[in-house]
Nanobody, 122 residues
Framework: QVQLVESGGGLVQAGGSLRLSCAASGGTFSAYFMGWFRQAPGKEREFVAGISWSGGGTYYADSVKGRFTISRDNPKNTVYLQMNSLKAEDTAVYYC???????????????WGQGTQVTVSS
């Protein structure tokens, strides 16, 4: 059983930056593909970014490509999401999630954090 805890959310002005962290425990972190998702009010949860076990493969939604960067530190059991050039439409609750293999559909993920709110003011 893997437990995930996100942190780093907050209120930021448009054009600003935030760095989210997701700390994992209870499993072999390096064995999992990690994903970041977000859910805005009234919308479905959507894939934002994903990273392979070694960190050698990274994947992004078109809406964040070039602005967000996912990374991981396996010895620290942590995955990060660096968010730059934030826009009002990035406002959402951000979740990290884990599964054994790469996937973009949130329904395919086995483990979830509780989420962290990101609010971008325009």
């Amino acid at each position: 059983q893997v437990q995930l805890v996100e942190s780093g959310g907050g209120l930021v002005q448009a054009g600003g930056s935030l760095r989210l962290s997701c700390a994992a425990s209870g499993g072999t972190f390096s064995a999992y593909f990690m994903g970041w998702f977000r859910q805005a009010p009234g919308k479905e949860r959507e894939f934002v970014a994903g990273i392979s076990w070694s960190g050698g493969g990274t994947y992004y939604a078109d809406s964040v490509k070039g602005r967000f960067t996912i990374s991981r530190d396996n010895p620290k059991n942590t995955v990060y999401l660096q968010m730059n050039s934030l826009k009002a439409e990035d406002t959402a609750v951000y979740y990290c999630a884990a599964r054994r293999t790469r996937a973009y559909n949130p329904h395919e993920y086995d483990y979830w954090g509780q989420g962290t709110q990101v609010t971008v003011s325009s």
